[in-house]
């Protein structure tokens, strides 16, 4: 790397860093205003709208100031943040957590050992420190090292090193995580997915409708603890209107935090620009309104009309034949009667259960080739992105920019600066497209939506910020690294314990379930990491150095299988002994009928409520009305 880019790199760096100041007095500002209660403080209003403790007035200044944030959203506890966000929250803590630590010890390995073992040759004068700032950063870097010295074993020994501290810190976690899990468990509420099991590929029969073989078939291999089953519609534009309802009863909800002064009255006729103001609280009330009777006539004509899809939820008394009939076949032909955990309500993805359960791997299929085609082609627009960093080159595809270039800082800020804004925006689309792919393979719940779009993002970044960069010199890795901190304030804002008790209400609890998920890619990096060492060592010339590394990818696999061996059963099972210690406590303590109650609406498909009911938040009922009766009246 020349001086010039060194310069391009150090021009990216306070750009972004300013960016950074910037944004973050920006927030405390933002933060601070009336106006804004309702983004920074959205999980308290929500609270107090629940419990109906809201006057319409919120008092902002009793909360922390502007600055004092930053050290409240370190205090919290795991308990606390388990308390108020679950356990979902406590494990999006816990990789960060992990991250830090293994980031920390891999800097510290890094400035201290590797950087002085790679520039410090037999030339390097120590009186002239300051000839660093003029050197190329390849310097610092393994690239160095001359062929076949015996300083490549420097690198190997920090490799093991590394590793084995990266064996013990996962460990660690996917142990206390595990713990953390089983006592999720054993200690909480009782909820009705505890207690169903999702049935897909219900064969079709000219005697029977689904609904009569679901109940023939459970009533007969589970006669004592077989409840009850709600089938899956296909609600079409009924399903469109509740989602318009969902939107508008929070747009209410919103509203009514806020003092009526602080509400502008608006026109009521076409785009706001015609006819009469009125408060927009009573606008949305009712159009609220208006949609509920949309839903009760589509309701009537679904009632007659429905299509009935070969699905359904089906509940159990106790949780243990709950628990048999979610892990062991129904059926001799495996193609049907298939059998799997019902995600609780609010975490059901009801458009997908409409997909035929014999499409599921066709599909998943398809979405595989697209998104490893998707990142291929992106292959070639980030090559041409990077290198816009090589002034020569761009120098010969555009003859004029040689003018532009000799306007001072111009090198800098083109070479340092714009291919990693440029960068962004290409990778800014990335996620919302794998997850479009994503509700094309039909899994049924949210969560796991969520984990597989995760799952696609990671590999597409993988392909290209891995494979790309590494096929150019190791320095245009921390060029990548460097030229994108902004990045790292929205994760880590989004992280922040002060978010999860101020801000987010959790959708839905898994209780952890993602973990493994993340185990797995923190060991595939890892693995990544042995295999281009093993090959880095081989190509300075120390091929002893390169076979004595073939078994680390190996050991990393093996330390894989043995937590996966220890501990993931508990992510993907309920366990006989918890399942029946809970069905006998709940019935010790006389919950059983409440139980059995909840479970009679907690899966009724949405297009199938009543009437006045739409499920919002925490999938509790509210009236769309609710408190608006005289408003719209």
């Known amino acids: 790397m020349s001086v010039m880019e060194v310069s391009g790199l150090a021009t990216t760096a306070g750009i972004n860093i300013a960016l950074m100041i910037v944004f973050f007095v920006l927030y405390l500002v933002a933060r601070t205003q009336p106006g804004n209660v309702n983004v920074y403080f959205a999980r308290i209003l929500l609270k107090q709208l629940k419990e109906g403790k809201s006057n319409g007035v919120f008092s902002i200044e009793r909360l922390t100031s502007s600055v004092d944030w930053v050290k409240a959203a370190w205090r919290p506890s795991e308990e606390e943040i388990l308390k108020s966000g679950g356990l979902d929250a406590v494990v999006f803590l816990r990789i960060f957590v992990f991250s830090l630590k293994f980031f920390t010890v891999c800097t510290l390995a890094g400035l201290f050992i590797l950087v002085p073992l790679n520039y410090m040759t037999g030339e390097f004068d120590i009186g002239n420190i300051h000839a660093i700032e003029h050197d190329a950063l390849d310097k610092f870097t393994i690239s160095n090292i001359p062929q076949g010295s015996n300083r490549i074993w420097g690198h190997f020994c920090v490799l093991y ?248 800082g111009t090198k800098s800020l083109i070479s340092g600066y714009l291919p990693s804004l440029v960068l962004t925006i290409l990778y800014y689309f990335i996620p919302s497209v794998m997850l479009i792919l994503t509700k094309m393979e039909g899994y049924v719940s949210e969560s796991m939506q969520e984990i597989k779009t995760c799952g696609k993002v990671y590999n597409f970044l993988l392909g290209n910020a891995f494979f790309i960069v590494t096929s150019g010199s190791l320095i245009s890795l921390i060029n990548q690294s460097i030229t994108r901190p902004k990045e790292i304030p929205s994760q880590l804002a989004t992280a922040v314990s002060g978010q999860i008790l101020n801000v987010y209400e959790p959708a839905y609890e898994t209780g952890g379930k993602y973990w493994p998920h993340v185990h797995n890619r923190l060991i595939l990096s890892l693995v990544l990491m042995q295999i281009t060492c093993l090959g880095m060592f081989g190509l300075r010339s120390k091929p002893t150095a390169s076979a004595l590394t073939i078994p680390l990818p190996i050991l990393t696999l093996l330390f894989n299988h043995f937590c996966n061996v220890q501990f993931f059963s508990v992510f993907q099972n309920l366990s006989v002994e918890i399942a029946f210690t809970k069905d006998c406590d709940d019935e010790s303590h006389g919950l059983t009928e409440e139980l059995l109650r909840d479970l009679q609406k907690g899966y009724l498909c949405p297009t199938l409520q009543p009437i006045g009911t739409i499920p919002y938040g925490d999938n509790t009922l509210q009236h769309l009305l609710s408190s608006n009766g005289d408003a719209s009246a």
């Open 161 to 408: 090193c590394i590793s084995f501290i990266a064996y013990g810190l996962l460990y660690l976690e996917y142990r206390n995580i595990t713990r953390r899990r089983v006592e999720f468990l054993r200690s909480s509420q009782s909820h009705p997915d505890h207690f169903t099991v999702l049935v897909r590929s219900i064969p079709k029969s000219d005697l029977k409708t689904y609904s009569e073989q679901v109940d023939d078939f459970f009533s007969k291999f589970y006669p004592s603890t077989y409840f009850l089953h709600h089938m899956v519609y296909q609600s079409g534009k009924l399903q469109e209107l509740m989602i318009k309802a969902k939107k508008l009863l929070r747009q209410v909800n919103i509203l009514r935090s806020k003092p009526s002064l602080e509400r502008v009255p608006k026109k009521a006729g076409f785009l706001g620009l015609f006819g009469t103001k009125i408060d927009p609280l009573e606008s949305s009330t009712r159009k609220l309104l208006d949609v509920q009777h949309s839903i009760k006539d589509s309701q009537y004509n679904f009632l007659h009309e429905g299509k009935v899809v070969p699905a359904a939820f089906v509940s159990f008394k106790t949780r243990l034949s709950a628990s048999i009939a979610a892990q062991l076949p129904q059926s001799s032909d495996p193609s049907i009667w298939a059998t799997e955990w019902a995600p609780e309500p609010r975490d059901v993805h009801w458009q997908s259960l409409s997909i035929p359960y014999t499409q599921l791997w066709i599909r998943r299929i398809v979405v595989f080739v697209l998104s490893l085609s998707i990142t291929i082609i992106y292959v070639f627009p980030v090559a041409a992105i990077l290198a816009l960093a090589k002034l020569d080159i761009l120098e010969k595809w555009f003859p004029p920019l040689k003018d532009i270039l000799l306007i001072t």
